[in-house]
């Protein structure tokens, strides 16, 4: 150790000697070299040390632990026990319910010699068997042509009842309904007798009968739901038509998820119409099933539609049709969404369906069902705020016998009538249509409902879209200034309407060409006004066609002018 000691002293002296030496030889102002060594991977780290700059607390000494002492003293008393019934406390909650009224009538009239009549009863008590019985009337004892020349009238009445159970219900219904026209479409100078004076005009009474019955699922929301129904209606005119229909429709649905969905519907009908030219058996036996999937705001659905018809018509491939079905659409957010279609199917027309489309129609030579072809739709869809909401669409379409009304207009005066419609049709048919909604509802005070369409028609083998629109305006408006006051303002617009006029022919047993008249724009402003006075009455007053207009939805028959109509209603 003192060897050690002695080396480690005298090698410090020698070195701090050569400092010295350094020290004293190095010239005043002269810079030596040096070199330095950065190192920035180097980290400094200091402990972290508790900083107390309060000192803690002393708690008191809790009093509850010191030691009590209890001096119990005994009262020799004979007390019975108190007999306590505890019992909640009731509040009677009256919750608020809509007074409901079995009955309800509403009596009007107006100019035109217009009487108003309608009338419903229906049970309100909960009940396994719950029905309504309902009846409506309108007539106009003076037209446009000739004041009672051109009446009209329609009367429908009906019931309708169901039964429930526990898992489905069984309803029925039965209804009438009569229409009456006149065929004031003709020139009053060739309705003459022989003595000159005015003969008036044809008349046409419409009348069906329908019977239904049917059984359906109530709930809806399991993994199976069905319905189905039997019907059976007769019509008959004031002539020679009469059609007898029987019908079978059912569907079913299977949610094996919640994502997913396979749906089946089945119709069959068959119709016996007969005419002045006709007496057929036609049957409509269709079937339709289809695959759901849905993804989020993703829905999707596949399927196909197997239509089977007989109706005769030349150079018919086949009776048989199949017909693809793809619908989607996809939800991006609230204000905007995106849908799409691609399908085809086949319409099915009966001389009644024909008739409610336009009442003047005469004996018709041929019934024949539209072929649609194919159908391919997109659009976009959305609402803001709840209180917009849009929808605008195109499609384009393919029929096969699409039909249009004419006049009876021929090249013999013997035989040409101006007032009374027939069928004709197009072979191929393709319609362009371009379609947009608007809606708006600010809280019950007014809602607005709008559509506007646009159509174009390429056709082959007719000249014109005969008594079709080529565009559509509707515009519905409804406010509600008071509680009991409901207004409303509502704007029909329709244009571009070309009808058959006269043969042209000058070739005896020849038809065609055919002038063509252009109709004015239909403009029918109506106003609806309901006050209700109580519970149980009110008054309201409407009117239809308040520009006065000349409209003519059908060549040679101008609708009424401007008409009021008033009344009251009662509730009981």
């Known amino acids: 150790m003192k060897k050690l000691a002695t080396t480690i002293l005298f090698t410090g002296i020698i070195g701090l000697t050569s400092g010295l030496v350094m020290a004293q030889t190095q010239q005043r102002g002269a810079v030596t070299d040096q070199e330095f060594v950065i190192r920035k991977d180097r980290v400094l780290t200091v402990p972290v040390q508790p900083r107390m700059y309060e000192k803690l607390p002393v708690l008191p000494k809790p009093t509850g632990m010191n030691e009590y002492r209890y001096l119990v003293t005994s009262y020799p008393l004979n007390l019975k026990p108190l007999d306590l019934k505890a019992e909640p406390s009731q509040k009677v909650y009256t919750p608020e319910r809509m007074e409901l009224f079995p009955g309800y009538v509403r009596a009007g009239y107006g100019n035109f010699a ?139 649905t299977f949610r094996p998820t919640d994502d997913w969905a396979g749906k089946v519907g089945f119709s069959y009908f068959s119709t016996n119409p007969e005419d002045l030219n006709y007496s057929l058996k036609r049957t409509y036996f269709a079937i339709r099933p289809t695959i759901s999937y849905k993804y989020e705001a993703f829905n999707f659905t596949a399927g196909v539609n197997l239509v089977s018809e007989n109706d005769s018509l030349e150079n018919k491939a086949s009776d048989f049709h199949v017909f693809p079905v793809l619908k989607a659409n996809y939800q991006f957010a609230e204000e905007f969404g995106f849908f799409a279609e691609f399908s085809g199917d086949v319409k099915r027309n009966t001389y009644y369906s024909f008739v409610n489309e336009n009442p003047y129609l005469g004996p018709s030579e041929q019934l024949l069902n539209t072929v649609q072809n194919y159908k391919f739709e997109a659009g976009i869809v959305g609402q803001f705020q709840g209180a917009f909401s849009y929808r605008a669409a195109a499609n384009v379409s393919r029929y096969n016998q699409l039909h249009f009304f004419v006049n009876n207009y021929t090249s013999n005066l013997v035989t040409t009538d101006s007032a009374r419609f027939s069928l004709v049709y197009d072979d191929k048919t393709t319609v362009y249509n371009i379609n947009a909604e608007l809606g708006y509802k600010f809280s019950d005070m007014y809602s607005l409902n709008s559509r506007l369409d646009l159509y174009q028609y390429d056709l082959s083998t007719q000249a014109e879209a005969w008594n079709k629109p080529v565009w559509e305006l509707r515009i519905n408006n409804q406010v509600t200034p008071l509680e009991r006051l409901i207004v409303q303002a509502n704007l029909n617009l329709m244009g571009g309407i070309k009808a058959r006029g006269r043969d042209l022919s000058d070739v005896v047993g020849y038809s065609g060409p055919y002038d063509v008249v252009n109709l004015k724009t239909i403009a029918d402003l109506q106003l609806k006004a309901d006050y209700g006075i109580t519970n149980r009455i009110s008054i309201f007053a409407e009117g239809n066609n308040i520009l006065n207009g000349k409209n003519m939805r059908w060549l040679n028959y101008p609708v009424r002018g401007i008409q009021f109509i008033g009344g009251a209603s009662f509730k009981f």
């Open 114 to 252: 217009s009487p108003l009549l309608e009338a419903r009863y229906m049970g309100i008590d909960i009940a396994d068997f719950n029905y309504s019985l309902q009846l409506n009337h309108q007539s106009f004892g003076k037209g446009p042509v000739l004041a009672e020349e051109s009446k009209e009238s329609h009367t429908n009445l009906g019931f309708d009842g169901s039964y429930f159970t526990d898992l489905f219900e069984v309803f029925g219904g039965i209804s009438w309904n009569q229409d009456s026209y006149q065929f004031y479409g003709l020139d009053p100078r060739y309705t003459l007798d022989d003595n000159g004076a005015f003969k008036g005009f044809d008349s046409n009474v419409l009348q069906a009968v329908e019977v239904k019955a049917g059984i359906r699922e109530l709930e809806k929301v399991g993994p199976f739901s069905y319905e189905g129904q039997l019907s059976f209606r007769n019509f008959t005119d004031s002539y020679l038509v009469k059609e007898n229909q029987i019908g079978v429709e059912a569907s079913g």
